[in-house]
């Protein structure tokens, strides 16, 4: 299963923002300088299809996806009638290891992303290990019970306050209401410029 294992603050750096949790105090501190030796010297005004492809970029790594997997995603959801956009946050929405990210169960999209890749995660009573599973509406997410006493998942749990409304929880136990409308998916994504990106 590939997935990004190098520096994930130089990503943050990359696109401006903190793209993980923990990221967000040392780009306050340090400001969003882009990596590299040069800094804010090689900072240049993007054109059109620079700020495309930043958008890009950014909401492939939020999710924690490479290229192909990310494209894939795409052309998928240019197959579904409407809007092309709404359709692909859905699709990143609805995947496993962001719906347990989005419950509580864990602190990071990539800690959620272990959680199920190491078979704690279930999903209508049986064992889901495959963190793309697209979850569909009326679905339960539970976690093992082996995992119920871990310190990490209590933790996350007790911090995790508001949900989403598409979503519920009760313990340890989620539910997948309905599919997410647009001002409940990530707001930090513009997915118009993802469509102009591909629409080239």
Known sequence: MARYTGPKRRLSRREGLALFAKDAKALEKKGAVPPGQHGLGRRRRLSE??????EKQKAKRIFGL???????????????????????????????????????F??????ARQMVSHGHIKVDGKKAAIPSFKVKPQQTIEISEDMRDNTQVKKSLEESTTLPEWLERKATVGKVLRSPNREEMEQS???QLIVEFYSR
């Not at 864990?106 to 800690?111: I, L, N, T, V």
Request: charged fraction near 30%; hydrophobic fraction near 30%.
């Open 49 to 54: 299809y620079g700020v495309q492809l930043r």
């Open 66 to 104: 490479l290229e192909k997997q990310f494209k894939r995603y795409y052309e998928e959801a240019s197959k579904v009638k409407g809007a092309t956009g709404l359709s692909l946050l859905q699709s990143l929405e609805t995947r496993l290891d962001n719906v347990v990210y989005r419950l509580g």
């Open 106 to 111: 864990a602190k990071s999209r990539s800690g």
């Open 189 to 191: 994504v513009d997915e």
